[in-house]
């Protein structure tokens, strides 16, 4: 008689149920034949060939051949433990993509998430691509490390952003990086710089454009998230101007 609860256990762990048959029955049997791997699990004889061949790929039996006999046996059920581990792994490898694909409530709302600096640049080229002329590019960062991620790149993406007819603003954590910027503003075609208060620090930079905003850690490991939906991106627009208006010129 099966055991329905460790069927099930090994279903939910991804085996199909015939793989979770024939496994169960060969750990209940020790070194064994094919025969009674059949008869223990309830299945064809035919059957089971093809069954045994996958649970070989999956590392879950193992063969041994004694004098003119080969018997089948079940590896440790330890193993199912770093199986689960693998599939653990694998999930946190793609979470970023499922993350990307990862819509909110609403045909118009999405969230992506991207991971690594070189990844994270694309963010910004599409911000640069998606943005039109006179509409509003908000910042709130740290000039500093933003630029010291990649100095050539930004330095150039910078450059790039000057030439687009829009209207830039930033509110930038105090550093010699930012006075920079703010005593450069019409070299960099910017509409207006104001600096936080020195006590203020900044692991995150934030930009808003009308379609999207970008949040874009700048400590390991560097990650941006884009969220696009109307009511964040205007909240998160008045917060900027609240804010901009509290500090001085």
Request: no cysteine; charged share 25%.
């Amino acid at each position: 008689m099966k055991n329905k609860k460790l069927l099930q256990i090994l279903i939910d762990l991804g085996l199909s149920e015939n793989e979770a048959s024939v496994y169960l029955a060969a750990l209940s049997l020790g070194p064994t034949t094919i025969l009674k791997i059949a008869k223990t699990a309830e299945m064809k004889r035919t059957t089971i060939y093809s069954v045994i061949d996958s649970l070989k790929k999956r590392g879950l039996i193992n063969i041994e051949i004694k004098g003119f006999k080969t018997l089948f046996t079940a590896e440790n059920p330890e193993k199912l433990e770093t199986m689960l581990d693998s599939h653990r792994e694998q999930l946190r490898n793609s979470l970023p993509e499922f993350l990307g694909m990862y819509n909110l409530k609403g045909g118009e709302s999405s969230i992506k998430y991207y991971e690594g600096l070189e990844s994270v640049k694309s963010v910004y080229e599409s911000l640069i691509s998606d943005i039109k002329p006179h509409e509003d590019y908000l910042i709130i960062a740290d000039a500093k490390q933003w630029m010291e991620l990649d100095p050539e790149y930004f330095q150039n993406f910078t450059e790039r952003r000057a030439k687009l007819n829009i209207n830039t603003r930033m509110l930038l954590q105090d550093s010699k990086t930012a006075r920079e910027l703010k005593n450069k503003e019409k070299n960099y075609n910017i509409k207006g710089v104001k600096i936080f208060p020195q006590k203020m620090s900044l692991t995150t930079n934030i930009v808003i454009i009308p379609k999207k905003i970008v949040i874009h850690q700048l400590t390991p490991p560097i990650m941006a998230v884009v969220i696009e939906n109307k009511s964040m991106i205007n909240m998160q627009k008045e917060i900027f101007e609240i804010i901009w208006n509290s500090l001085k010129a």
